[in-house]
């Protein structure tokens, strides 16, 4: 039987989508500790779970030798230090986006990973919904051909009391705008489907509330096998809405509309040639078995990451790609010019901004 794993959320917030997540794999996980500031937003948490305990203090956490994973959720300034402390003290790490600030910031989490013998592991979830995992088995069936084209929408409603909270619409604590927040999961999507970027020109503004950083943006993009793809994103939409559009030589695939989880509206794939339609309504027909989804989907195929039986299903390269795309398209609208990626580690966007 495999082994549980006793796991410590730090930060109450989105760390109730972590909890959730590990109680979807309660022969593998074993949630002991809910950490946050507040602690009778932590006690919410431990209320849920059977033999939880809360705490106030990430030193004590990090001091327990029984705990295995640590699950960091808190606001993005806090990511870097606590995940190079919690490797110091010997635990596995999960870290909500961003993991870092910067692609040099990645360097030294893997650095610091390697020298631990510990994972860390950056939460991309999106990978996990039924319609991507169903368009990459139809890619790796040879259904799909080459990509040719993408377009990706993230049109949120983010009101003022979103950004009341102290360290959010902040470059020094958020670590970004909406690039950094709300494009980061699109973005890492498109790479995992379609392919690397190569090249990006980008526009960002601040146009819905009075922040630091931007609230909308708008990007072109060319991947390293011809195609091209465009994304925007605004926080000033009347609605949450999520869309995603990919054109591959011989189908197209288009999600549903839900902001959050875009992969599990149900998808469409659509055949080039109808001919065709029928192999690729078997592949959607057959899918399976039936799988966890979103955060749990991620923490059942980590568990053999866990005992050395397997690697990581998201690893600091993914990270790492996607702060780079990150740095690219603030440098690029910062400059309005092309740039290139990757990123060398001596260009002026690799240690952030």
């Known amino acids: 039987m495999s082994p549980r794993f006793k796991v410590a959320i730090v930060g109450a917030g989105v760390g109730v989508q972590h909890m959730i997540g590990y109680l979807l794999n309660p022969r ?197 096998n011809g195609a091209l793809a465009t994304s925007s994103a605004t926080i000033g939409a009347a609605r949450d809405t999520s869309r995603y559009r990919l054109v591959f030589a011989h189908l197209t695939a288009e999600s549903g509309l839900a902001p959050y989880a875009p992969g599990e509206d149900p998808w469409t794939f659509t055949a080039r040639d109808p001919a065709r339609q029928s192999e690729i309504d078997a592949v959607v027909q057959a899918y399976g078995p039936p799988r966890r989804n979103g955060f749990a989907g991620l923490f059942q195929e980590l568990a053999p990451a866990l005992t050395g039986a397997a690697e990581p299903p998201i690893t600091l390269a993914d990270a790492h790609a996607a702060l780079s795309l990150v740095a690219a398209i603030y440098h690029s609208a910062e400059t309005s010019s092309a740039v290139d990626l990757p990123l060398s580690p001596k260009a002026p966007a690799y240690g952030g901004r």
């Open 28 to 224: 593998t996980y074993d949630v002991t500790t809910i950490c946050d500031l507040d602690r009778q937003r932590a006690g919410a948490l431990v209320a849920m779970l059977p033999t939880a305990r809360s705490q106030t203090e990430v030193e004590r956490v990090l001091a327990d030798p029984s705990i295995d994973v640590v699950s960091i959720c808190t606001p993005p300034f806090t990511h870097l230090e606590l995940a190079l402390r919690a490797l110091e003290a010997g635990k596995h790490v999960v870290v909500e986006k961003p993991v870092a600030g910067s692609p040099a910031e990645v360097d030294r989490l893997a650095e610091a990973a390697k020298a631990s013998g510990r994972l860390v592991v950056p939460v991309f979830q999106y990978r996990f919904a039924r319609g991507p995992r169903i368009l990459r088995q139809l890619i790796d069936a040879g259904l799909a051909g080459p990509p040719v084209a993408a377009s990706l929408e993230v049109h949120w409603n983010r009101g003022r009391d979103y950004y009341a909270v102290p360290w959010r619409g902040k470059r020094a604590t958020e670590l970004g705008g909406t690039v950094m927040s709300h494009m980061i999961h699109a973005h890492d999507l498109l790479t995992y489907l379609a392919g690397p970027v190569v090249r990006v020109h980008a526009e960002v503004a601040t146009l819905v509330h009075p922040l630091e950083v931007e609230d909308t943006a708008a990007v072109a993009m060319r991947l390293d």
